[in-house]
Every structure is written in C-alpha cells, then in structure tokens.
Nanobody
Framework: QVQLVESGGGLVQAGGSLRLSCIDS?????????IGWFRQAPGKERESVAA????????YYADSVLGRFTISRDNAKNTTYLQMNSLKPEDTAVYYC?????????????????WGQGTQVTVSS
C-alpha cells in the first residue's frame, strides 16, 4: 500500500527557496512508480508542477516553474524531492505528491492512484 507523506512547506519571502519531500511510508517504492508534484491554490484547479520516472531519467516541468524547480528522487530512501528556488507569490498553494504505476500523460492528475495529504507553501511579496 502506497502511503505518501509530504513535508517541507512553510512561509518564505519572494526569491527564497524551499525543499519539499514526499516519503512513501508504505515502502512500496520497490515497485515501478512514477511520482508527480501538483499544487492547488485557493479558488483554482489543481495543476501539475513536475513529475519524474522511476529511475529519474525522465522529468517533466510546467512552464511556470521551469528553471526554478527541480524534481529528484532517492529510491533507497523512498523519497522524492521538489527543490523550489526563486519562489514567487504566485507559487503559493498546497502542494501534493502523487504516485502511479503508469501514465500516458504525467501532467494529468486523473492518472495518479495515490496522493499525499498536501503541504502548504506560502510566498510573501
């Protein structure tokens, strides 16, 4: 059973950095799971931020975060990371990690089977 737990959110000033972590406490990363990070701001739909394949060879980034965010994973630690630099107020949202065994479109939230509870990121101007 995949059990995802996010951490690392908080309040940061514009231009600052945060690193989010997503741990599979169910230790099912032995399987071949893709991991995606999504975010949802108040009054807005959930949107894809980044995604990474099992071996980390392929990654995807939304245009809005390209060059500022980096997704990575350490399968030995059952952990996926989202390093967020040069944060902007518009990055403020609840950030979720999600897992799926396969997806035709890594940006599509509907293709992910397991979700964490989310972690709040607030960027002040």
């Amino acid at each position: 059973q995949v059990q995802l737990v996010e951490s690392g959110g908080g309040l940061v000033q514009a231009g600052g950095s945060l690193r989010l972590s997503c741990i599979d406490s169910g230790r099912t990363f032995r399987g071949n799971y893709l991991i995606g990070w999504f975010r949802q701001a108040p009054g807005k739909e959930r949107e894809s931020v980044a995604a990474i394949t099992w071996a980390g060879r392929n990654t995807y980034y939304a245009d809005s975060v390209l060059g500022r965010f980096t997704i990575s994973r350490d399968n030995a630690k059952n952990t996926t990371y989202l390093q967020m630099n040069s944060l902007k107020p518009e990055d403020t949202a609840v950030y979720y990690c999600a897992a799926t065994q396969s997806a035709r479109d890594l940006r599509n939230a509907a293709e992910y089977d397991y979700w964490g509870q989310g972690t709040q990121v607030t960027v002040s101007s």
